[in-house]
């Protein structure tokens, strides 16, 4: 079977029993503040799970793509060294909200893998929680029983909590596992070891390896770490897919099957190396094989590379990428992008945004390479310089703050520092460098840490969301819980009904307040959404949090927001329109104050194009569209209407569309009943945010008519300036040509005093034993001695002449120094003098060996300077 048919085979056989079919979620997170990335297939589910969603399917299965590079899952620096390890990878799933529990999860299993596709019963192992003596919890003797009807005793084994206790996190919902195994060895080694595969199971051997865990949540882990018994159990189970396809391949590592092996044919045509020949240049080609599909993905569900957060660990994985191809394969230009269509080729059935964001990809991928490239060359030659120290200084050691600083600061590898230290004989002190290294993880983890109180539960039951219609509703707290954070207390206060918007889609939080039935009040400071749950942020609570609560939302805020909002929507329309339909959102920010959005377009946008869109978009304003607002609409009668779905996003069955005249979109977030309320828009700046992604910030309302009242103040200014001269802008192109005649004229001045200052200087020379000396000492022209120096170098080319200059001006105290080629090949360094002397004068400088300056704040240690600087020339005199 091939990959695409072993995809398929899942889903068909999940879909007959019962399961509906979903597609895969974003593998980048946007709303959820615990997780930056789909790590798990549950992901998408954990609102459900924890109850905060309602179940609109009580089965359902999928093929999830995933990513595992961060944080508690990390298997970055695996990937490549062993044949099983990935950082992208797609997890087949089912799932049961509520309906079947253990008995169906492990006989679908089983007859999915044994019946369906026929892998032999006497390889597959099956591992059972083996009990816990500390959390009270005994043997899953269930989930032994179920399984004792397919295997025999002894590939029934216990396994440990570590291994066989599911938890999504300190608290929540958590429960046993199974784990399937399968000794994927060939006979002959099994008879040659004489090992039983019962003795390799969760031993990292990488022919016997897990490749489904069925997950039983039973239980809710409260925060002081006692279990309860969930109202409703969840059966998660996950099998990961390109092992799944190197068992039934017969493969001995996933990177031979069909998955991968097209892509590794690729990368060895582009670099003229051949898959299979050397173990270095193997384990380049798996990471490049594995990243390339990490990166496309990602930039699909719209996160690029950056510097923050999750694009971040994007520009890190492209960077590991680019460095095993510079490293090993010998590639110094960009050639990761050029993988880009196989990748399309391979996978774009099953995932056809693949296909449709391929031209967006391609130049993204491409301009982070040539960036990252130069970043390379610029480490080598900073690492070439500590090198060069350190065996001047007879060291063969490099310090490993200097070593984590190239890593750090300049983003150079690790390893190929260390690579590159091993080629000169040389090694960096590891401790030093590690030291460095946790404490920047201890600064991170303390600046993140969060203490989460258990949650108080006053009454069960669902967020009803009412801000579409009203800003001040009469409610019921439902749940609340206090947390700490970066030493600061807060509560999250849950409501039955709430018009308070929570955070999401671009679209920031609402703030006002909370008024309590004994009239206590609580400021709201931010509203987000957490594992789908609205919740809002508040200082304080009063005692007795029971009964009515008005919660009542910032109007005027709110208004600006729902301004801004509207205003991105018509704002992507007018780009599309003159731009062309190739224009897509990529990101937007909606505050208060003002809008960003972020969109695709493979040039600058010019500001006659700029000027059409904001004209466009007024007109729009001016035409005082009626929102039309469809909140319970099928996806695909939405889409046959028109609206625009982004890549990257998470859709329902249902979905809201928002219809201003021509512009149409799904949408979530607030706006205005009318487009007329906007008033304005006024576009700020246009600018890049990486290559084929271009950004518009904006403000409309009262903030427009802020930036218009500004222009005019400051135009108003000029004319004042300018005497109220009819023709403004003649005036100042007038008073430009004026200026730069006369800085023109000035520089030649300052050319011919500096000239005749140098040759007055010359004049003054006294022999200083062999030496010509030039000391200019006490009050003088500062610039005009740093302007002098320069003119006489090339003077004397077989002449020791020599100037020190100990001067102050102003108050400023300097110091100079010029030395004549004869005295440089001599051994003196003018630099290296000025950076002892400036001690003296409280300052600092340099420059180069024949000239060099500084400057400090220390007037009176002058004397002492030219002392210095004189007994230093008094060696060569």
């Not at 089983?110 to 003596?133: C, H, M, Q, R």
Request: with cysteine.
């Amino acid at each position: 079977m091939t990959a695409q048919e072993i995809r398929k085979s899942f889903l068909d056989f999940m879909q007959s029993k019962g399961h509906t079919i979903v597609p895969s979620a974003p593998m980048v997170l946007k709303d959820d503040p615990t997780l930056m990335f789909t790590n798990a297939g549950m992901n998408p589910w954990k609102g459900i799970i924890l109850g905060n969603d309602p179940i609109v399917h009580s089965r359902v299965a999928d093929s999830q793509k995933c990513l595992r590079v961060s944080g508690k899952h990390n298997d970055l620096e695996e990937v490549g060294h062993d044949t099983y390890h990935h950082t992208m990878f797609e997890m087949l799933g089912n799932w049961s909200f509520g309906d079947y529990f253990k008995q169906e999860a492990i006989d679908y299993a089983w007859e999915y893998i044994v019946d369906v596709l026929k892998i032999d019963p006497k390889n597959l192992y099956a591992t059972v929680f083996e009990g816990s003596k500390e959390e009270g919890l005994e043997r899953d003797n269930e989930a032994a029983a179920i399984w004792a009807k397919h295997l025999p005793e002894d590939h029934i084994l216990n396994g440990s909590k570590h291994d066989n206790f599911w938890e999504m996190g300190d608290t929540g919902p958590c429960g046993p596992c199974s784990e399937l195994h399968v000794d994927s060895r060939t006979e002959e080694e099994k008879q040659r070891t004489g090992i039983a595969g019962k003795d390799l199971v969760n031993k990292d051997h990488p022919q016997v390896i897990e490749i489904w865990n069925l997950v039983f949540m039973q239980y809710n882990r409260k925060a002081d770490g006692t279990l309860d018994e969930l109202p409703k159990k969840v059966i998660d189970t996950g099998m990961g897919f390109e092992r799944l396809v190197r068992t039934l391949q017969c493969k001995q590592s996933n990177y031979d099957t069909d998955v991968f092996q097209p892509m590794l044919c690729r990368i060895g045509e582009l670099t003229g190396v051949t898959y299979g020949k050397d173990e270095q240049t193997d384990i380049a080609m798996r990471v490049i094989a594995d990243h390339i599909r990490t990166i496309c993905f990602a930039i699909t569900d719209g996160q690029l590379p950056s510097n923050e957060k999750a694009g971040y660990v994007i520009r890190r994985i492209l960077r590991r990428a680019v460095r095993y191809g510079y490293t090993f394969l010998g590639q110094r230009e960009a050639f990761l992008y050029r993988l880009v269509p196989q990748l399309v080729k391979d996978m774009g059935d099953s995932y056809p945004e693949l296909r449709q964001q391929e031209q967006q990809i391609v130049p993204v991928i491409q301009a982070e390479e040539q960036a990252f490239l130069r970043t390379l060359d610029k480490g080598i030659s900073l690492l070439d310089k500590l090198i060069a120290d350190a065996k001047k200084a007879g060291r063969t050691e490099i310090s490993g703050t200097d070593v984590f600083t190239l890593k750090d600061t300049y983003g150079f590898p690790l390893d190929l520092t260390e690579l590159i230290l091993r080629e000169n004989g040389m090694t960096t002190d590891e401790e030093e460098y590690n030291k460095a290294l946790a404490h920047q993880k201890e600064m991170g983890r303390s600046a993140n840490k969060q203490d989460l109180g258990d949650w108080n539960v006053i009454e069960d039951g669902e967020t009803e969301f009412t801000g579409y219609d009203e800003l001040e509703t009469e409610t019921k707290v439902l749940r609340y819980r206090k947390v700490t954070q970066k030493g600061r207390d807060f509560y999250q206060v849950v409501l039955a009904q709430t018009p308070f918007y929570a955070e999401m889609g671009g679209q920031v939080g609402d703030t006002g307040v909370l008024t309590f039935t004994d009239g206590t009040t609580a400021r709201v400071t931010d509203t987000k959404r957490e594992n789908g749950l609205p919740v809002h942020i508040v200082c304080e609570l009063p005692e007795n949090v029971t009964g009515t609560v008005r919660a009542a939302v910032d109007a005027e805020r709110r208004r600006a927001i729902a301004c801004n909002h509207s205003a991105t929507h018509i704002v992507h329309y007018a780009l599309r329109q003159v731009l062309g339909a190739h224009v897509e959102q990529k990101g937007s920010l909606v505050t208060a104050d003002s809008l960003r959005f972020d969109f695709s377009h493979f040039q600058k946008v010019t500001n006659e194009e700029l000027r059409r869109v904001e004209q466009l978009a007024n007109e729009m304003i001016r035409n005082d569209y009626v929102l039309e607002e469809s909140r319970h609409t099928p996806i695909a009668e939405a889409k046959a209407m028109g609206a625009m779905a982004l890549f990257g996003e998470k859709y329902g069955d249902d979905v809201r569309v928002i219809k201003y005249g021509p512009s149409i979109e799904l949408c979530g977030g607030c706006h205005v009943q009318r487009l007329g309320q906007i008033g304005s828009v006024r576009i700020l700046m246009e600018t890049s945010v990486a290559a084929g992604i271009r950004r518009i910030e904006a403000v409309t309302a009262a903030r427009a008519d802020e930036v218009y009242y500004d222009m005019q103040d400051m135009l108003n200014t000029m004319r004042d300036m300018f005497h109220n001269s009819p023709d403004l802008v003649a005036a100042i192109h007038k008073q430009i040509e004026e200026n730069t005649a006369l800085k023109k004229q000035m520089e030649e001045m300052m050319a011919q005093k500096i000239a005749q200052y140098r040759d007055r200087i010359i004049e003054k020379a006294e022999d200083f034993g062999v030496i010509r000396l030039v000391r200019i000492e006490g009050e003088a022209d500062n610039a005009l001695i740093r302007g002098m120096l320069p003119l006489l170098k090339g003077r004397f080319a077989d002449v020791r002449f020599a100037v020190l200059a100990a001067t102050v001006s102003d108050g400023k105290p300097q110091i100079a120094v010029f030395f004549s080629q004869p005295l440089v090949d001599e051994g003196l360094n003018a630099g290296m003098v000025i950076k002892s002397a400036a001690k003296h004068i409280q300052g600092g400088g340099g420059g180069q060996p024949w000239m060099a300056t500084a400057g400090g704040r220390n007037a009176d240690g002058l004397q002492a300077a030219m002392e210095e600087m004189t007994a230093v020339l008094a060696e060569k005199r």
